[in-house]
């Protein structure tokens, strides 16, 4: 078994599609941060639309049955 971290993403609370898994946290961060942003852009003006969240969360796979990102 590995430590990795898994990337889920939320639509208005809820996890949707499938999650990925990142050998490295601040790889996996990088890509949570920037699916949260798509929120805000320009940066000063919310869009109405469903709210995105991404979270990563330490988790054991299988490395021979897990695809797992660098």
């Known amino acids: 078994m590995l430590l990795v971290f898994m990337l889920t993403v939320y639509l208005d609370g809820e996890p949707h599609g ?3 898994y990142w050998k490295d946290l601040n790889r996996c961060m990088y890509f949570a941060k920037t699916i949260r942003r798509q929120n805000y852009f320009p940066p000063d003006k919310k869009f109405n639309s469903p709210e995105v969240a991404a979270t990563c969360l ?13």
């Open 18 to 20: 499938d999650r990925t």
């Open 58 to 70: 330490p988790t054991y796979v299988n490395p021979n049955k897990t695809k797992v990102w660098e």
